[in-house]
């Protein structure tokens, strides 16, 4: 079913993408180190959220929700990070994160709402609004 397979895209580009937020928490430094690193941590509690949503919806569709940090970095959109420094890169890469991630909501919501799955749908749709906000807003930190 390809919701079941664009919910596990998604699950494995969210798994991968909060070991690279936990990164940036971990080594960001400098003059923005305080809102950065809270701005970081916030991001990736959010997105463990979103990775359970999509194996308890995987499993909702009688799915098989990918789990091994293999399947994740098999199956991921997003590469993991070797950025250890530079907190305006470390930004530049979690908005293009977010973006990628976006992209495939929106791929996504599409195929669900193809196939009258309301239930994920719906989900999408929220994490579709926040993703947009976190956007505009990481663009906005850059401008």
């Known amino acids: 079913m390809k919701t079941i397979e664009?919910?596990?895209n998604l699950l494995?580009?969210?798994a991968v993408f909060y070991q690279n937020l936990r990164t940036y928490h971990w080594y960001v430094k400098g003059p923005k180190f305080f809102s950065l690193h809270e701005k970081f941590e916030g991001l990736y509690?959010?997105?463990a959220e979103n990775v359970d949503e999509f194996a308890?919806?995987?499993l909702m569709?009688?799915?098989?929700?990918?789990h091994s940090l293999s399947e994740y970095l098999e199956n991921s959109s997003l590469k993991e990070t070797n950025l250890t420094s530079g907190d305006m890169e470390m930004v530049r890469e979690v908005l293009t994160g977010l973006e990628t991630i976006l992209k495939l909501e929106r791929e996504a919501l599409k195929v669900a709402s193809q196939n009258d799955d309301e239930g994920?749908?719906?989900l999408l749709s929220d994490l579709i609004g926040k993703n947009e906000k976190h956007i505009w807003m990481f663009k906005a930190f850059l401008s």
């Open 120 to 122: 994920t749908a719906a």
């Open 45 to 47: 509690d959010e997105t």
């Open 6 to 8: 664009n919910l596990n």
């Open 56 to 58: 308890e919806r995987t």
């Open 61 to 66: 569709l009688d799915g098989k929700p990918l």
């Open 12 to 14: 494995a580009t969210s």
